[in-house]
């Protein structure tokens, strides 16, 4: 089933990106109807897919969603203009906010591993850090973020814990000079 999910996931990244990709071209001769679009990636995995209902709703709730979905992208990739992200990144971002943020059905470190594989092989050299860094900081941001769940949170924790321990406990006492008083 997980294999299933991730070609699932695949679906719906070349659907959504075809359809993004059709879209800012601004062609009114080239026609960009997203279930056609969908129809076809279907019909091309259908002996592999045992549901579709997953891909469906990754493709149409993205596209419902997507100002919402941009509106968290942008505050945590300042640097980046919603526009100038790479539009691979950029469809793997907003189907993985859906999923995160939107859905919710799905355990946070699965949906950002997942988008940080799907950027690993579609995206560029860097993808997968930028991917996981933004998701990372819109999940850190979001209502749903525990901060007992994050071992990374936990672990510089437990280590600046133990630093400090070290510092006092190796730190020599210092002998304070007496101040001479001013002569007046």
Known sequence: ???????????????????DFRMSLDMPELKTDLKEILD???????EALEETDFILDLVNGTIKKQKAIDALIVPAAPEWPIDQIAKVDKTILRMSCYELMIKC???????????????????????SKFVNGVLGTIYRESKFYEPKEDKKLQESKQEDSRQSESASTNAKPTKSKPKKAKEE
């Open 40 to 46: 076809r990636n279907l019909q091309v995995y259908a």
């Open 1 to 19: 089933m997980a294999s299933n999910r991730h070609l699932s996931r695949i679906i719906a990244l070349q659907t959504l990106y075809e359809y």
């Open 105 to 127: 059905e799905v355990p946070p470190k699965v949906v950002i591993n997942e988008a940080v594989e799907l950027a690993k092989s579609f995206g560029g050299d860097n993808s």
